[in-house]
């Protein structure tokens, strides 16, 4: 109905009155739809989603259960979420079974398994995700043919405010890892990595670095499989292995050929969230000879035969390490899981900071753990 | 249903097996969905839709009327489109008049007022938008608070391959406009525009160039208000002076301050599509001390009294300008508007060049525009 609503725009406005018209791709014009989402001064927000045949309509909101949406005369379903922290949400609607994001929002958290709507609830300017009028650094996209992977990748590098690739400055450099089902923008678009350095950086919390952002896959058939693929112990071996080494034999040194970066141990550090967080470790701590920080958010997968896939980590570690930080929310399905690494890596005396937060298996913990974590680095 | 049963798979994980679990982000597994979109090796192309409720689902697919899809028993809407021309092509479902984007499709088309999403129909490597096993260039995202309009804004920055930041080649620069509702993102995530240039350099056929991709509202009133705003010519005027001036007065500036770039008018063209295109030729036309290569693609929303716009523009024009080309589709519903600007051109004396192609106000115009038009140019 919308599509057709907007052709018949078009054809009005060149054939009848000869207006030129702006491009026609949008099958709805906003004026033809409710407002979504609408945050109030309280904070709280309201969602509205047009579907005047659908039976019923529930919103699935970031961190909460999803929850049932009344319908209106004009068959728009609403629902006021109430006042919230402020800080970036994601959320979805379900009618009829059917997941949709808001048609009446531009604003999406893109994901490689379902894309959600986002909104941004305001805060205070000293929120370090929020866009201050501060001097910004800049987001480089690079492509390239992966050799061990066999496939076209991506990763996103960040230079902080003054970062000159002419100048004599070289920088630290933090590598950070997505989760499962996001691709490398999940960092700077959701996670707002860039906006949390510039703020960081600005305060002078956090020093100036580098942070780089690739594809988290070793393999990406298990992204095709879903969230089933972990429970295959050789696919998830491998694409952890094949991380490691699209890691450490493409990606760093193409960042330490085109970057003035600095090339040492001290001035390397990885971190990453959920299945990005078992990445950290996995790459990390089998490989202190070029990391010195490591800091997982809520790490998840990772096998728990820990004895195998960490060989020999003892005391000797302390001696490379700078930082090992590991991060979990004390509502996360995964704290126990956690909770058991953190205990294992005691009996083997390496030196580690637990921390536990509120907060669940979202990012909402994740953009504070990346809040906490980089002022301690490079110190 | 798909949110609820992915909260239970979580628990079911972290509570009874005890397994590491990946992120649980996702509203639904891939398993439970229908594949979509599914091309045929005969570049047909199946979209299927999971609404097991829905009277109605109809497909709007870019170029085409919305088409009637068809319900099988386990509540699963399909249709298959006859094959199509290799190509990228956007399309969303209409659900009993819900506008929704393929919810088992990660891939999206951003846009300010209605995203859509996209599936590719593979061609041969010689087509410009194949990604070929080439070397890439980088794309690089600037953000700043801006003066003339007074917010925060975003650029992206294409670098040729080879590009050294730190060398002694300076480079052309093209400033590439998007169309109404896109927004910054639009050419290289829709428009492949650095694929294209990829190609075109990798063959010989362009020259390496800087290609610069700002947002192009200089009113972004124009665009909440949705397609209505062009209609209130002092909204549309405003939209497109303040344009000209943020280009002129601080992104071409930042430009040639950050990058290797040649500084003078033979080395600086403009181009863009719809509303890009009609900013190109104000911007551009009124403006020949800038730019010397001007190029529109399916200008649209340009006032007709071109007098008034394009004051004093006559021969001399033609003294520097090295390329003037405009070019529409045949089916494009502006390719009147297009034809009485270049007859106003010729009363005028101003040489140009006509294109006339194939095809509707689509991006399937736009791709072939640029990979014709970016071979003419700095030569």
Redesign the interface.
């Known amino acids: 109905?919308?599509?057709?609503a907007?052709?018949l725009?078009?054809?009005s406005?060149?054939?009848q009155n000869?207006?030129?018209?702006?491009?026609?791709?949008?099958?709805?014009?906003?004026?033809h739809r409710p407002k979504s989402p609408e945050v109030h001064a309280d904070r709280s927000v309201t969602l509205r989603?047009?579907?005047?045949?659908?039976?019923n309509v529930?919103l699935?909101f970031e961190g909460a259960?999803?929850a049932p949406m009344t319908k209106d005369d004009s068959g728009i379903w609403s629902i006021t979420v109430a006042p919230l922290e402020p800080d970036y949400y994601?959320y979805?609607f379900?009618?009829?079974?059917?997941?949709?994001?808001d048609?009446a929002n531009?604003w999406?958290k893109?994901?490689?398994?379902?894309?959600?709507s986002m909104l941004h609830v305001p805060g205070p300017s000293s929120l370090p995700w929020e866009?201050n009028?501060v001097p910004?650094?800049?987001?480089?996209?690079?492509?390239?043919?992966a050799k061990v992977t066999n496939d076209?990748r991506d990763y996103y590098v960040y230079t902080p405010p003054g970062y000159d690739?002419?100048g004599n400055t070289n920088y630290p450099v933090l590598y950070l890892l997505h989760?499962?089902?996001?691709d490398a923008m999940a960092w700077p678009m959701v996670g707002k990595a860039?906006i949390i350095l510039d703020n960081l950086v600005y305060q002078g919390k956090a020093r100036p670095m580098i942070v780089v952002m690739p594809l988290g896959y070793g393999n990406l058939e298990v992204v095709?499989?879903?969230?089933?693929?972990?429970?295959d112990t050789r696919l998830r071996d491998d694409n952890f292995s094949k991380f490691t080494e699209e890691l450490l034999t493409e990606i760093i040194p193409q960042v330490e050929t085109s970057y003035a970066v600095e090339k040492d141990q001290k001035s390397r550090a990885i971190a990453g969230?959920?299945?990005g967080g078992?990445e950290t470790l996995l790459t990390g701590l089998n490989h202190l000879d070029k990391f010195a920080w490591i800091a997982s958010f809520s790490a998840?997968?990772?096998?728990?035969n820990y004895e195998q896939y960490f060989p020999g980590l003892s005391s000797p570690a302390n001696n490379k390490l700078k930082l090992l930080w590991i991060a979990c929310g004390t509502e996360d399905?995964?704290i126990?899981?956690n909770r058991k690494f953190r205990d294992w890596l005691k009996t083997k005396n390496v030196n580690h900071v637990d921390i536990e937060t509120p907060g669940a298996?979202t990012w909402l913990v994740w953009r504070r753990n990346l809040a906490t974590v980089a002022p301690l680095l490079f110190r």
Chains 1, 2 share one sequence.
């Open positions: 109905m919308a599509a057709f907007l052709v725009v078009c054809v406005l060149s054939a000869q207006q030129p018209a702006a491009t026609p791709v949008a099958p709805a014009a906003p004026s989603f047009a579907a005047p045949n659908a039976k529930q699935f259960k999803p994601s979805s379900i009618a009829d079974g059917v997941f949709a994001v048609p531009h999406l893109p994901n490689l398994i379902a894309t959600q866009i009028d910004h650094g800049d987001l480089h996209h690079h492509f390239y043919q076209f690739p002419r989760g499962f089902s996001d860039n095709r499989r879903g969230f089933g693929a972990f429970d969230l959920s299945m078992s998840g997968g990772l096998p728990e399905f995964l126990g899981n298996h």
